[in-house]
């Protein structure tokens, strides 16, 4: 039963990597058409929070039993991410930004053993190592480096935040009163879209461009189409089957399959958009699968109770022995 329960979180997680990698190549048409990126991020989360407003009100009770994890979630988990990633993208390259912001998982690693005081498995330590490195070859991070402290600072921020994405995502998953995934995730992006409202003023957005068509490969698809998929399979399919991965694995294990993304992101770009995948990205790839498996099956197998010795077994043959 336990083995059909990490099974199916893998499963899960494999199926949000998908989801979340395959938002870019619906965004980035978008925001070449004249979307600013904030905006989009604002299309993205609202959106979102739109959709699973039902699940809110369903859901209403936990604003008064978890008021702190919604707010963290919406903050850290949702509106955190999207607007730390986009300022260290317009001031560092594309690479190193995505790159920083996925050294989520490393950091989460450091926070679990760290702060939290829990062991880590050298499984799931080691799958995070390969996977950096192979990130690092699928971005190419040595092509085009410049570096611009602000924008290195608001990376490692995306980073944190992302981190911090597996531990809310976690939070109270072994309690009685656990809360229920879907309401934590309504929430989040109700409180994202309030966040996000602020940042990227959506009252200066040019909404004729979602009245048209945007060029992706060489089709052109009309901008409903495409905003659709962000918000509905890159954010809220996306978000759904994340969080419960979380709640099946672990945050450090899945944390690492969300290395994943990138690779998944490259490869629809590069099959959809033309983008060229060179070989250290089919390299890196490669590397990144191997540190999510790596990770994912070693972690460490419950403690089995011990036995108590039998009447007349070893234990009494052993004091029999020493009293003679």
Request: net charge neutral; hydrophobic share 55%.
């Given at each position: 039963?336990?083995?059909?329960?990490?099974?199916?979180?893998?499963?899960?997680?494999?199926v949000?990597?998908?989801?979340?990698?395959g938002?870019g190549?619906?965004?980035?048409p978008?925001?070449e058409?004249?979307?600013d990126?904030?905006?989009?991020?604002?299309l993205?989360?609202a959106?979102?929070?739109?959709?699973?407003?039902?699940?809110?009100?369903r859901h209403?009770?936990?604003?008064?039993?978890?008021?702190?994890?919604?707010a963290?979630?919406?903050l850290?988990?949702?509106?955190g991410?999207?607007?730390?990633y986009?300022?260290?993208?317009?001031?560092i390259?594309?690479?190193?930004?995505?790159?920083?912001?996925?050294?989520?998982?490393?950091?989460?690693?450091g926070?679990?053993?760290?702060?939290?005081?829990?062991?880590?498995?050298?499984?799931?330590?080691?799958g995070?190592?390969?996977?950096?490195?192979?990130l690092?070859?699928?971005?190419?991070?040595?092509?085009?480096l410049?570096?611009?402290?602000l924008?290195?600072?608001?990376?490692?921020?995306?980073?944190?935040?992302?981190?911090?994405?597996?531990?809310?995502?976690?939070?109270?998953?072994?309690?009685?009163?656990?809360?229920?995934?879907?309401?934590?995730?309504?929430?989040?992006?109700l409180?994202?879209?309030?966040?996000?409202?602020?940042?990227?003023?959506?009252?200066?957005?040019?909404?004729?461009?979602?009245?048209?068509?945007?060029?992706?490969?060489a089709?052109?698809?009309?901008?409903?189409?495409?905003?659709?998929?962000?918000?509905?399979?890159?954010?809220?399919?996306?978000?759904?089957?994340?969080?419960?991965?979380v709640?099946?694995?672990s945050?450090?294990?899945?944390?690492?399959?969300?290395?994943?993304?990138?690779?998944v992101?490259?490869?629809?770009?590069?099959?959809?958009?033309?983008?060229?995948?060179?070989?250290?990205?089919?390299?890196?790839g490669?590397?990144?699968?191997?540190?999510?498996?790596?990770?994912?099956?070693?972690?460490?197998?419950?403690?089995?109770?011990?036995?108590?010795?039998?009447?007349?077994?070893?234990?009494?043959?052993?004091?029999?022995?020493?009293?003679?």
């Open positions: 039963m336990q083995a059909s329960g990490k099974n199916a979180g893998l499963g899960l997680a494999l949000s990597a998908f989801a979340f990698g938002s190549v619906a965004a980035k978008l925001i058409a004249g979307l990126p904030l905006h989009m991020v604002w993205r989360v959106g979102a929070a739109l959709v699973l407003s039902p699940l809110a009100w209403r009770d936990l604003v008064l039993r978890k008021p702190l994890l919604l963290g979630f919406g850290v988990a949702v509106a991410v999207q607007a730390f986009f300022a260290s993208l317009s001031r390259p594309v690479g190193v930004a995505l790159l920083l912001e996925y050294l989520g998982p490393a950091l989460l690693l926070y679990i053993r760290f702060v939290q005081r829990k062991p880590v498995t050298r499984g799931a330590a080691a995070a190592a390969v996977a950096v490195v192979g690092a070859c699928v971005v190419e991070i040595w092509s085009g410049s570096l611009d402290p924008g290195v600072l608001f990376g490692l921020a995306a980073a944190c935040c992302q981190a911090f994405y597996f531990v809310f995502a976690d939070q109270g998953a072994d309690g009685d009163d656990a809360p229920d995934p879907l309401g934590v995730i309504a929430y989040g992006m409180v994202g879209a309030l966040v996000m409202t602020v940042i990227a003023r959506p009252w200066e957005m040019d909404w004729q461009v979602l009245g048209g068509q945007a060029s992706v490969g089709a052109m698809v009309p901008a409903p189409v495409l905003l659709a998929w962000v918000v509905l399979v890159a954010t809220v399919f996306a978000y759904l089957t994340g969080v419960v991965s709640r099946r694995l945050p450090q294990v899945a944390g690492v399959v969300a290395f994943l993304e990138a690779v992101a490259t490869v629809l770009a590069w099959v959809l958009l033309g983008e060229y995948l060179s070989t250290w990205q089919i390299v890196g490669g590397l990144v699968l191997g540190g999510a498996f790596i990770a994912q099956s070693s972690r460490p197998s419950p403690p089995v109770p011990p036995v108590p010795p039998a009447v007349g077994g070893p234990a009494l043959l052993d004091r029999e022995t020493t009293t003679a």
